[in-house]
């Protein structure tokens, strides 16, 4: 959450604690402000951060409704229903408050609002269905037990879930270095090992994505049970009685068993009816259903308020749905049935338009869920769910894909870019996950940044369109001069890209022959532009020399060295120096004009499993230091990193 609020919450979170203090001094216990600042300078952010109002002031019909019973218990980890007392209070004396000065001339639609949601409140924030994912994950560390002021129980219960071998994406470092408690979103960072920043995503503008949620079976069959269901009687634990059960499920097409007692022994029903509660199409709080606004809001809303909805409900599908179907099963306690269905989503995410296959899911699935298990019980507990349930994978792909989040084509599981949307929303405060711009609008620049991370599949899409949008030779000449400015990844990455240029390339290509960094990949696109060999049947005046190739490599070694193995680093100098050759190559790399060939040394000296060449390299890599000084200049085209 960002640290500096914008002025006006700013001011309004001063102002309030100091009309709080001053309020109870002047009056007392009796009648003085009873809410917390801490908790309504929070309440603050959410609706900043949240809400999407410009001003406290602006609040409106159906706001507190959304920043109380959607956003809040996304957003806010709560461990017990005792610690959610002091929020409608707070909600509350921030109402009181900016009626008395002047901030509102009249809060009593807020007022009443806020008498609606209070009884239903602490459910809401407890209710795993309405939790985010980084929230389900800390949660479930305090379902657990774990001491959050013990950083080794806190890494303990990472590893025991095991998430880093699973998705073999984390690396070694503390999660929460020097930190007592964990962060929701490092925690979630740690958990899925996100970097920094993922490649851009192309995504549908939100009327597109509305469109695409209006499209889910699941929130259709979910909002007609629910007006069906509205005045009908309910059991003590808010679920339709048996006498309704077989009129319920001729509605949407479902089989009763003739032996059905209750709606748990009508699983599809269950989930239905379950779904329709958590996206508050149904109050089943009484003894009797009603309805929510949300049935309105579906599927005829505004876009904004239908998205809301739908990722409810995905959120629902994925964390709860399973649960759901497990309840009453006699199986090992210990089951994380939650973690699995979040953990498939995100292996999904991660792997974008390459997606996975059926039977990969279903691994990973079994394997998630029971981490916690031995290994006796996890063969035991697997055979006895694919008894009562089939594959856990394939029933949370089913349910995905009714929703309109989940395609499956010839067995290759994808999300739709509905999904995509949703988790990039999720994780927007963990990693930066840059949208592109409209292939009119998009720069060499950004074309070449993308290309650096992005699957190839994806890479070849953009290319192909950026392409079509302008003139060949134009293309070619501003994806040369980002080569020519970057550093080695986007120099490999621009000159690639110029190359599927094709002939209108030629004469950018040959302006950059005299290029100290460029000229060796000129001569590479030209000699394959004549139909030679650059290496076996080169052109006169366009043979690769020596120097040349230390060049190149040196780029392909620096733009690896983040993601290199020692094997693998060791495959590429094999393919570039026959062996023994070694310390000839590195003579010509620290001489190379090119630093980012020197700077490679580094990593050779470094990572190669031979010792004996991995100290020719740190030596030739001295000798680079020594011939430079230590404050050489040098700018950023040669892509060397201060």
């Known amino acids: 959450m960002p640290t500096d609020m914008p002025d006006v919450f700013d001011a309004t979170a001063d102002e309030f604690a100091a009309w709080t203090k001053e309020t109870n001094a002047a009056i007392g216990t009796a009648g003085a402000a009873g809410g917390d600042p801490a908790e309504t300078r929070l309440l603050l952010e959410l609706m900043r951060d949240y809400l999407g109002v410009a001003d406290p002031c602006d609040l409106g019909p159906g706001d507190l409704r959304a920043l109380l019973l959607d956003i809040y218990p996304r957003k806010v980890t709560v461990l017990s229903?005792?610690?959610?007392?002091?929020?409608?209070?707070?909600?509350?004396?921030?109402?009181?408050?900016?009626?008395?000065?002047?901030?509102?001339?009249?809060?009593?639609?807020?007022?009443?609002?806020?008498?609606?949601?209070?009884?239903?409140?602490?459910?809401a924030v407890m209710d795993p269905a309405n939790w985010g994912i980084a929230r389900s994950f800390v949660q479930g560390m305090a379902s657990d037990g774990v001491d959050f002021s013990d950083q080794g129980a806190?890494?303990?219960?990472?590893?025991?879930?095991?998430?880093?071998?699973?998705?073999?994406?984390?690396?070694?470092?503390?999660?929460?270095?020097?930190?007592?408690?964990?962060?929701?979103?490092?925690?979630?960072?740690?958990?899925?090992?996100?970097?920094?920043?993922?490649?851009?995503?192309?995504?549908?503008?939100?009327?597109?994505?509305?469109?695409?949620?209006?499209?889910s079976q699941l929130l259709a069959c979910a909002r007609a049970l629910a007006v069906w269901a509205d005045g009908r009687e309910l059991t003590e634990d808010g679920d339709l009685v048996p006498a309704e059960l077989t009129a319920a499920a001729r509605l949407l097409g479902i089989e009763v068993p003739a032996a059905a007692a209750s709606i748990a022994d009508v699983p599809e029903l269950r989930q239905t009816w379950?779904?329709?509660?958590?996206?508050?199409?149904?109050?089943?709080?009484?003894?009797?259903?009603?309805v929510h606004d949300a049935v309105d809001e579906w599927p005829d809303g505004s876009d904004e308020n239908v998205l809301d909805i739908w990722a409810a409900a995905f959120s629902h599908q994925c964390g709860h749905s399973l649960q759901i179907d497990g309840q009453g099963d006699e199986l090992p306690a210990g089951l994380s049935l939650g973690s699995a269905g979040v953990g498939l989503v995100m292996a999904l995410f991660l792997a974008r338009g390459e997606g996975m296959r059926r039977g990969e899911c279903r691994s990973l699935m079994n394997e998630l869920a029971t981490v916690d298990l031995t290994p006796?019980?996890?063969?035991k507990t697997r055979a006895a769910w694919l008894r009562a349930h089939g594959e856990m994978a394939d029933l949370l792909l089913d349910r995905l894909s009714h929703h309109g989040a989940v395609e499956v084509?010839?067995?290759v599981a994808r999300l739709t870019p509905l999904a995509m949307w949703q988790l990039r929303e999720e994780l927007a405060d963990t990693t930066e996950i840059p949208l592109l711009p409209a292939t009119a609008q998009m720069t060499a620049a950004d074309l070449v940044a993308f290309g650096v991370d992005a699957p190839k599949d994806e890479l070849a899409r953009e290319q192909q369109a950026w392409l079509a949008a302008r003139p060949a030779a134009e293309a070619?000449?501003?994806?040369?001069?980002?080569?020519?400015?970057?550093?080695?990844?986007e120099r490999m990455t621009g000159a690639s890209l110029a190359t599927a240029v094709g002939a209108a390339a030629e004469p950018s290509w040959r302006e950059a022959l005299d290029d100290p960094v460029l000229g060796a990949y000129a001569k590479v696109a030209l000699n394959q532009l004549a139909g030679h060999d650059p290496t076996a049947d080169p052109l006169p005046g366009l043979e690769i020399g020596p120097d040349e190739a230390a060049s190149m490599l040196g780029d392909t070694l620096m733009a690896m060295s983040e993601v290199i193995e020692g094997e693998e680093l060791a495959e590429v100098v094999r393919r570039a120096v026959r062996p023994g050759r070694e310390e000839q190559l590195f003579e010509l790399m620290w001489r190379s004009a090119n630093p980012a060939a020197r700077l490679s040394l580094d990593v050779l000296g470094r990572l190669h499993p031979d010792k004996k060449i991995a100290k020719a390299a740190r030596k030739a890599a001295h000798k680079a230091r020594s011939r430079l000084g230590p404050r050489s200049p040098v700018g950023p085209r040669w892509g060397v990193c201060p």
């Open 81 to 123: 229903r005792e610690d959610t007392v002091g929020t409608i209070p707070a909600a509350r004396d921030l109402l009181r408050f900016m009626a008395e000065t002047g901030r509102a001339s009249s809060v009593a639609t807020l007022e009443s609002e806020l008498d609606e949601i209070e009884p239903g409140f602490p459910d």
């Open 409 to 411: 084509d010839s067995d």
């Open 274 to 290: 379950h779904l329709a509660c958590c996206t508050y199409f149904i109050d089943n709080d009484g003894s009797r259903a009603g």
């Open 476 to 489: 070619a000449r501003e994806l040369l001069r980002v080569a020519a400015d970057g550093g080695p990844a």
């Open 376 to 379: 006796a019980d996890a063969a």
């Open 154 to 215: 806190i890494d303990r219960w990472i590893a025991g879930h095991n998430l880093r071998q699973q998705l073999g994406l984390l690396g070694d470092e503390d999660p929460f270095p020097g930190n007592s408690e964990p962060d929701e979103d490092a925690l979630i960072k740690e958990a899925f090992g996100l970097p920094d920043r993922l490649p851009a995503l192309r995504l549908p503008g939100q009327a597109e994505l509305a469109a695409a949620a209006r499209e």
